[in-house]
């Protein structure tokens, strides 16, 4: 395939490249996404430390590099294989057909505010006659650094759609990483004092043990939330509370105990009348195994009987079992909450059907429980000496 370079410029190349370095490539790509379809424009791509040349291409959904330039950036041990030849029809009716594909290419944008770095993933084609195509259409126009977060909120996220830029002003639940964005945001804010007085976790918890002191620490965190000029609800925010629920439990001074409507909901849960009613249920309390003592002993019978290989019949065993699992998370302690300052107490034991172990403190004369764990013993390791078995777990909790 051979293409006139003239039919796919409609500006002199030294002069676009000139007035692209004078403003933000965001703004450029904009403008031109809202032009006729197939209009091209040049602009300067800094890729392994070199310059390039590339045609942005109004009506190109794809991004393309030529061979030629994959082997100069020595990119050839990148390259991989599509699962079956792709034909791409660029703006002047061309097709080009194209079988290999290199991912995570940097490119650079130099503009006049500094440079945007973009990560690309590029189809090789043999037949390009210069070295980059970008493609303009369902092209992520903002940079992830420009993601300023209010708990859930960004600066600006810009999507080229077909009718125009849609713009976000706040952050969609539909991306795939918006919680990982705000956890790792919020964390590098509060870092110095996390696990101190401040929890993050889908929500900022703020705990004091006095009132003087609460005030201190909530002035403390809306000064660094100001300081990084992020904004709260304050419809979603609550204050001065002794209790909260908070992803099922409910905290306060005492500790942590279930939610009261989840332990109406295991309560009043019927009995299960197939495999899937099974596997439910243990999903629902395998939430709060961290309250049953030895839980995966407990529960082995109603594991083992939704298992795909175990048929259906539903035993006294599994009966008694269903009905102790209730029993015990309707009647379960209050965990403490752990106090980082006084020393841990973990006590251990083994058997050849399962292991346990429960971590504890001393709460003034009383030994209280922090959270207990279980395991099932693996059937590899039922032949080992009691010592052993001990030991495996301090491993394996």
Not at 142 to 168: E, P
Not at 250 to 279: C, F, H, N, W, Y
Request: proline share 4%.
């Amino acid at each position: 395939m051979h293409l006139d370079q003239t039919t796919l410029c409609t500006l002199d190349v030294p002069e676009a490249l000139k007035e692209w370095s004078a403003r933000d490539p965001r703004e450029s790509w904009a403008a031109k996404s809202k032009g006729p379809r197939g209009e091209h424009f040049v602009v300067e791509v800094g890729v392994g430390g070199r310059k390039y040349g590339a045609f942005i291409d109004n009506g190109s959904t794809r991004n393309f590099i030529s061979r030629d330039c994959v082997e100069r950036l020595r990119l050839g041990g990148r390259v991989q294989r599509l699962s079956r030849f792709m034909a791409s029809t660029l703006a002047n009716n061309d097709c080009t057909f194209v079988h290999d594909y290199v991912k995570y290419v940097v490119c650079t944008f130099s503009y006049g505010g500094g440079e945007l770095n973009h990560k690309i993933l590029f189809l090789v084609s043999g037949d390009l006659p210069f070295d980059i195509l970008l493609g303009m259409l369902k092209h992520v126009l903002s940079d992830a650094r420009t993601v300023r977060l209010a708990k859930y909120k960004a600066r600006r996220l810009r999507l080229d759609r077909r009718y125009g830029l849609h713009k976000f002003v706040v952050m969609s639940f539909g991306l795939c990483n918006m919680p990982g964005t705000f956890q790792h945001a919020v964390n590098r804010i509060f870092h110095n004092y996390l696990d101190k007085f401040i929890f993050v976790y889908l929500d900022i918890l703020i705990v004091s043990k006095i009132v003087v002191k609460h005030a201190k620490h909530v002035d403390l965190v809306l000064g660094l939330l100001r300081q990084h000029k992020y904004t709260i609800n304050l419809k979603k925010c609550e204050s001065g509370r002794t209790k909260i629920l908070y992803l099922g439990h409910e905290l306060s001074a005492e500790g942590v105990k279930m939610e009261d409507a989840k332990v109406a909901s295991i309560r009043d849960s019927p009995r299960p009348q197939s495999v899937t009613k099974v596997r439910s249920f243990l999903e629902m309390i395998g939430y709060y195994r961290n309250f049953v003592k030895n839980y995966s002993t407990t529960a082995s019978p109603l594991t083992d009987l939704a298992r795909l290989d175990t048929p259906w019949e539903l035993t006294d065993d599994c009966e008694r079992t269903f009905k102790r699992l209730k029993h015990a998370l309707m009647h379960h302690e209050v965990l403490m909450l752990p106090d980082p300052a006084k020393p841990f107490i973990v006590t251990t034991d083994a058997s050849q059907y399962g292991i346990g172990a429960v971590l504890a403190q001393h709460d003034r004369k009383n030994l209280k429980p922090i959270e207990y764990m279980s395991k099932k013993m693996p059937s590899k390791k039922l032949a080992r000496s009691t010592y052993e078995r001990e030991l495996f777990v301090c491993t394996k909790l």
